[in-house]
């Protein structure tokens, strides 16, 4: 059967055609399309009522893998009255050579076509949130920050929340992510079905006040990480394409090779993190964006800008964004489709933000010349500065008239309303002809199916978040001096000072203690230098916790990928410092001696990191975690048993903690590998450091030395296994406190 091209809403598509084929033409449209026409069945040839004007774009709406598309503007036809133009009647898709998209198309009146899927009637996406209340209890009782609280969002809308502060905000948007349980009686619906939680993390992305960055990558690898992370099976031109697309709508083609900028090295302006951070959100195609206070700390121009590149992506691709907002200009403020501001939780005003000036006319409360309505509004809504028999006094409350107002004018009001009952919505399309046939943009085949087909299985997405993530955490380390490099020129000046101070020790008995000094120094101080890795894992762990609240990914690939990259990096700080200060200082000789020793030292300091991680895993304040990670080093120091022998412990110290005491295990491994085999001469008139078991030969052995500090018993291979286990176990903790602050 031959195939004719078809044109419509600026893309092209296939319909098969023969000579049995009819045209189909509608009038007084008041649009057309370029080849406005459909050939269809001669049987199909019936009056059809007029399809009603298409809107000037049609916004794509919840970018599903397999619903895309790219729309350009229809074009009117001024010359003539009556107007050809396609009507949709079943499925159509479109291609582009830049965009690969595609969109679902259908009628009210589906009419099968041969050769075209039929597409059942899908209605326009949209988010309810129905009597949403949260409260918490403090020492005067109970205090309810959300007060029932109703609003309705649709595809391609922006809703502003306003308020003084306290008014309960950003608790209302916590509540509306999930980040918060609210009260029982709430729901959330999402096309008049209930969502949970988890349905909520894989459809929506929450941008938080503080931009969570990697100050070492650049603009375009931070957005590119971001979608990898959240789509980890997408080609690379995939990727590329949709990384662009988000850059330039967001205006950071600019600097999209610039970095994030570091306390060191200056970066992008803080405009342009707000809007880096946005994109982060948005480049993963959520159907709901939430935006917390997205331009705080910002100029009007920037605070403009970034919700001029929100808005112009989210109408495009038909998200429902949801955002916080704090003082905004009119131009800013203009951004949004719709307004609501609260007072001590409860709702005082829910409409269009283009009404909230005639609000104030109809309330008969104009808004005075100079006086944006926003800031009228807001001087009604403060109650920081009124007494508090003014709070209490309704005549004298500004903020209860101005909700007594409201409420009383819900009514009147609705049809500017947001909070449209669905049914109510349609009616406006349906209540001059009900057989009208209207144009829908598809959310998906199926409004349950909210997962991505490039996510793959959990195996798929764990190995590929984990490749990922280990990834970028190697170019972090790499580039930031500050996590690796400081430490490794630490640790190598270090082995510089105890080869020089320790240098060449020789083998006459009162070297002996040195030896041991050597031993302990070594793991005592390495360990306690891990603290130096506190900052970087602090700016990791604030991108974790943005990332993961997301649901890019998990916590085992965040912790897999961290063990993964450290690993190799310690690895290197300690052999910097073994191969400096072992040879000069005169341990035992030998290759094999060399590599226990490179072993050993590389087990603790793994320990010691593992144990640092999990103080500022656990204290995300820079002072307090290093005051505790200092306290935990020393603490090990003393139940170690080298400045007190361990047999001399108090009983419950050697029982407990002396057991547990990675420092221990690290020390006597060492001392084992140095000592045993060596034989030292007595110099002192054969009076030997320590009990020497070949007094006759004026020599004390190695293993003398260690039968002497109760350490000469000990298995290589068992301690190693102790020190491997404790490793572990230190890993495991720090899964359940990075699962546990996630989900606080």
Same mark, same amino acid.
């Given at each position: 059967?031959?195939?004719?091209?078809l044109?419509f809403l600026?893309?092209?598509?296939?319909l098969?055609t023969?000579p049995s084929y009819?045209t189909?033409?509608?009038?007084?449209?008041?649009y057309?399309t370029?080849?406005?026409?459909?050939?269809?069945?001669?049987s199909?040839?019936?009056?059809?009522?007029p399809?009603?004007?298409?809107?000037?774009s049609?916004?794509l $709406?919840g970018?599903?893998k397999t619903?895309?598309t790219?729309?350009r503007?229809?074009?009117?036809?001024?010359?003539?009255?009556?107007?050809i133009?396609?009507?949709p009647?079943?499925?159509?898709t479109?291609s582009?050579?830049?965009?690969d998209?595609?969109v /679902? #198309?259908?009628? @009210?009146?589906?009419?099968?076509?041969?050769?075209?899927?039929e597409?059942?009637?899908?209605p +326009?996406?949209t988010l309810?949130f129905?009597?949403?209340?949260?409260e918490?209890?403090g020492k005067?009782?109970?205090?309810r920050?959300v007060?029932d609280?109703?609003v309705?969002v649709?595809?391609g809308?922006?809703l502003?929340i306003?308020g003084p502060?306290?008014a309960?905000k950003?608790t #209302?948007l916590?509540?509306?992510?999930f980040r918060k349980i609210p009260?029982?009686?709430a729901?959330?619906? #999402?096309n008049?079905q209930?969502?949970?939680s988890?349905?909520?993390f894989?459809?929506s992305s929450f941008v938080?006040?503080? &931009?969570?960055?990697?100050?070492?990558?650049?603009?375009r690898?931070?957005?590119?990480?971001a979608?990898?992370l959240h789509s980890?099976?997408l080609?690379?031109?995939?990727?590329?394409?949709r990384?662009d697309r988000?850059?330039?709508a967001?205006?950071l083609?600019?600097?999209?090779?610039?970095?994030?900028?570091?306390?060191i090295?200056?970066?992008?302006?803080g405009?342009?993190?707000?809007r880096?951070?946005?994109?982060?959100a !948005?480049?993963?195609?959520p159907r709901i964006?939430?935006? &917390?206070e997205v331009?705080?700390?910002?100029d009007?121009?920037s605070?403009r800008?970034?919700?001029?590149?929100i808005?112009?992506l989210?109408?495009a691709e038909? !998200?429902m964004?949801?955002a916080?907002?704090?003082?905004?200009?009119l131009e800013?403020?203009?951004?949004?489709?719709?307004?609501?501001?609260?007072?001590d939780?409860q709702i005082c005003?829910?409409?269009?933000?283009?009404?909230l /000036?005639?609000?104030f006319d109809?309330?008969?409360?104009?808004?005075?010349? @100079?006086?944006?309505p926003?800031?009228h509004?807001?001087?009604f809504?403060n109650?920081d500065?009124?007494?508090?028999s003014?709070?209490?006094? @309704?005549?004298?409350?500004?903020?209860k008239?101005f909700?007594?107002?409201?409420?009383s004018?819900?009514?009147s009001?609705?049809?500017?309303?947001?909070g449209?009952?669905?049914?109510e919505?349609?009616?406006k399309f349906d209540?001059?002809?009900?057989s009208?046939? *209207?144009?829908?943009v598809a959310?998906?085949?199926?409004?349950?199916?909210?997962s991505?087909?490039?996510d793959?299985?959990?195996s798929?997405?764990l *190995?590929?978040?984990?490749?990922? #993530?280990? /990834? +970028?955490?190697?170019?972090n380390?790499?580039?930031?001096?500050?996590?690796y490099?400081v430490?490794?020129?630490?640790y190598?000046?270090?082995g510089?000072?105890l080869?020089l101070?320790?240098?060449?020790?020789?083998?006459d008995?009162?070297?002996?203690?040195?030896r041991l000094?050597?031993h302990?120094?070594s793991?005592?101080?390495?360990?306690f230098?891990?603290?130096a890795?506190i900052?970087?894992f602090?700016?990791e762990?604030?991108?974790?916790?943005?990332e993961?609240?997301?649901?890019?990914?998990?916590v085992?690939?965040?912790?897999l990928s961290?063990?993964?990259?450290?690993?190799?990096f310690?690895l290197?700080?300690?052999f910097?410092?073994?191969?400096?200060c072992y040879?000069a200082i005169?341990l035992?000789?030998?290759?094999?001696?060399?590599?226990? *020793?490179l072993a *050993?030292l590389?087990?603790?300091i793994?320990?010691?990191?593992?144990q640092?991680?999990?103080i500022?895993?656990?204290?995300?304040?820079?002072?307090a975690?290093?005051?505790?990670?200092?306290?935990?080093?020393? @603490?090990?120091?003393?139940?170690?048993?080298?400045?007190i022998k361990?047999?001399?412990l108090?009983?419950?110290?050697?029982y407990?903690?002396h057991y547990?005491?990675?420092q221990?295990?690290?020390f /006597?491994?060492?001392?084992?590998?140095d000592?045993?085999g060596l034989?030292?001469?007595?110099?002192? &008139?054969?009076n030997c450091?320590?009990?020497s078991?070949?007094?006759?030969?004026?020599?004390v052995?190695?293993d003398?030395v260690?039968?002497?500090?109760d350490i000469n018993?000990i298995?290589y291979?068992q301690w190693?296994? $102790?020190?491997?286990?404790?490793?572990i176990?230190?890993?495991?903790?720090?899964?359940?406190?990075?699962?546990y602050?996630t989900?606080?």
């Open positions: 059967m031959n195939t004719r091209r044109s600026g893309g092209d598509s296939s098969p023969s009819v189909l033409a509608s009038t007084n449209t008041g057309s370029p080849n406005s026409s459909w050939d269809l069945p001669s199909l040839s019936s009056p059809i009522p399809v009603p004007p298409l809107p000037s049609i916004p $709406i970018l599903s619903i895309q790219k729309s503007p229809h074009r009117r036809n001024h010359a003539s009255s009556s107007t133009m396609t009507t009647i079943a499925l159509a479109s582009d050579s830049r965009q998209k595609e /679902e #198309l259908q009628a @009210f009146h589906s009419v099968k076509v041969p050769g075209v899927r597409v059942t009637r899908t +326009r996406s309810t129905k009597h949403v209340s949260y918490v209890t005067s009782g109970p205090k920050l007060d609280v109703s309705e649709k595809a809308e922006l502003a306003m502060s306290g309960g950003s #209302l916590d509540l509306m992510a009260l029982p009686g729901e959330i619906l #999402l008049s209930r969502i949970d988890r349905t909520m894989k459809i938080e006040q503080d &931009d969570a960055l990697l100050g070492v990558l650049t603009v690898e931070t957005v590119t990480y979608l990898r980890p099976l080609s690379r031109k995939e990727i590329v394409e990384v988000v850059l330039g967001l205006g083609r600019g600097c999209m090779n610039q970095k994030i900028g570091t306390p090295a200056r970066g992008i302006s405009g342009q993190k707000r880096v951070t946005a994109a982060c !948005m480049v993963t195609y964006l939430l935006l &917390d331009t705080s700390g910002l009007s121009t605070a800008e970034v919700m001029n590149s808005r112009n989210a109408v038909g !998200m964004v949801i916080t907002i704090h003082q905004p200009s800013t403020l203009a951004q949004f489709t719709n307004l609501l501001m609260l007072s939780g005003y829910l409409g269009k933000v283009d009404d /000036e005639g609000f109809r309330w008969g409360k104009p808004v005075r010349k @100079f006086v944006t926003v800031e509004a807001m001087n809504l109650q500065f009124d007494s508090e003014e709070r209490h006094s @309704f005549s004298h409350n500004a903020a008239e909700r007594s107002f409201y409420l004018t819900i009514a009001s609705s049809s500017s309303a947001i449209d009952d669905e049914h919505v349609e009616s209540k001059n002809n009900t009208q046939t *209207f144009v829908r959310l998906a085949k199926d409004s349950n199916d909210y991505s087909p490039t793959g299985s959990s798929e997405r *190995f590929w978040n984990t490749v990922v #993530l280990s /990834e +970028r955490s190697a170019v380390y790499m580039r930031n001096l500050l996590a490099g430490r490794a020129g630490m190598a000046g270090m510089v000072m080869a101070i320790w240098i060449n020790l020789g083998d008995d009162s070297k002996i203690n040195d000094s050597v302990f120094y793991v005592a101080f390495l360990a230098m891990s603290v890795g900052p970087s602090l700016e762990r604030a991108v974790y916790l943005r993961t609240r997301n649901g890019l990914y998990t085992l690939p965040f912790l961290n063990t993964l990259v450290n690993a190799p310690l290197l700080c300690v910097l410092f073994s191969v400096i040879w005169g035992h000789s030998g290759a094999a001696a060399f590599f226990r *020793f *050993f590389f087990l603790a793994l320990a010691a990191e593992s640092v991680l999990i500022a895993a656990l204290i995300p304040i820079f002072v975690a290093l005051a505790i990670g200092a306290f935990m080093n020393g @603490f090990w120091m003393s139940v170690g048993g080298y400045f361990a047999r001399s108090p009983r419950f110290w050697y407990s903690f547990m005491d990675y221990r295990y690290a /006597e491994l060492l001392t084992n590998s000592l045993r034989t030292f001469q007595c110099i002192n &008139d054969c450091a320590y009990p078991s070949t007094p006759d030969t004026c020599t052995s190695g003398d260690l039968s002497y500090l018993s298995e291979g190693i296994g $102790i020190l491997i286990s404790i490793n176990i230190y890993r495991l903790i720090l899964y359940i406190v990075l699962r602050r989900t606080s």
